[in-house]
């Protein structure tokens, strides 16, 4: 197995761990813990910690050891770390934060793609949201979700925000996660296509107000849906997954 391999496997395992709060904040681990629980070399341990750190999960010093952030100075945008969350009994606040960061930004973000009248991301909406409603007629989950988060990254590139436009990972690990983590309705409501649809007309003919309101409405329906389905499901996953409308 590569060194990178190895390594981001201990590095998952641990931020797994600590996402579901198995090792708490301000605990402090050595790497000689992480060698011997992981089975991995001392090289290994220590780039593991390296990325940790890069993600600002720990903090590691001379004589002090690996400590444990406080979960609430992690780099909650990382995809990674968001996955981690997804994946731990902490879920649902997960969901939810998510849900309130895109009713905060896509809207914006849609209004200010409708104002650019770029025609390239007219042409990008159309296509994607055409491939979401053929997803959706052949039942295809996974190519709905595909076409889905290419739609949400073209949206947020083209407000012409670099901010927004860095989100579009944060969104894609939020639909992903929605079908692995099975909270999404068996069928694709086709509703949901038709407001892609409305979002890529709107934005086509430079109206931004609509384009805003339409894909507020997208986001609350999302969230509606997915607090149903987390009121139906108790016991979040087991930590082996990965994971709109």
């Known amino acids: 197995m590569e060194l990178q391999g190895l390594h981001g496997q201990v590095v998952d395992q641990i931020g797994l761990s600590l996402a579901a709060e198995e090792t708490r904040a301000g605990e402090v681990l050595r ?4 060698q011997e629980r992981y089975g ?8 593991a910690v390296r990325v940790l750190e890069s993600k600002r999960v720990v903090t590691s010093r ?15 945008y990382d995809p990674q770390v968001i996955r981690w969350r997804l994946n731990s009994p902490h879920r ?9 960061l895109r009713a905060a930004v896509e809207p914006s973000a849609a209004a200010l793609a ?54 579009a990972e944060v969104t894609e690990e939020l639909l992903t996660a929605r079908r692995e983590l099975s909270l999404m309705p068996e069928r694709v409501d086709e509703a949901a296509v038709r407001r892609h649809q409305e979002v890529a007309q709107a934005v086509a003919e430079g109206r ?7 894909v507020r409405s997208i986001v609350d329906t999302a969230h509606s849906e997915v607090e149903g389905l987390l009121s139906d499901t108790a016991t979040p996953p087991s930590a082996s997954c990965a994971l709109d409308v």
């Not at 104002?115 to 491939?131: F, M, N």
Request: glycine share 6%; charged share 20%; aromatic share 4%.
């Open 40 to 47: 991995v070399s001392r090289t290994v341990a220590r780039e």
């Open 208 to 214: 931004p107000a609509d384009a805003a309101a339409c």
């Open 92 to 100: 649902g606040a997960q969901l939810r934060e998510l849900a309130e």
């Open 62 to 76: 001379p004589r002090v050891g690996i400590t444990v952030r406080p979960m609430t100075e992690w780099n909650l």
């Open 114 to 167: 409708a104002a650019s009248g770029d025609d390239e991301t007219c042409k990008a909406l159309l296509v994607h949201a055409r491939a979401m409603a053929t997803a959706a007629a052949e039942a295809d989950t996974a190519g709905f979700v595909a076409a889905d988060a290419a739609f949400h990254r073209a949206l947020l590139s083209a407000s012409g925000n670099g901010m927004f436009a860095q989100l």
């Open 31 to 34: 790497l000689e813990d992480v």
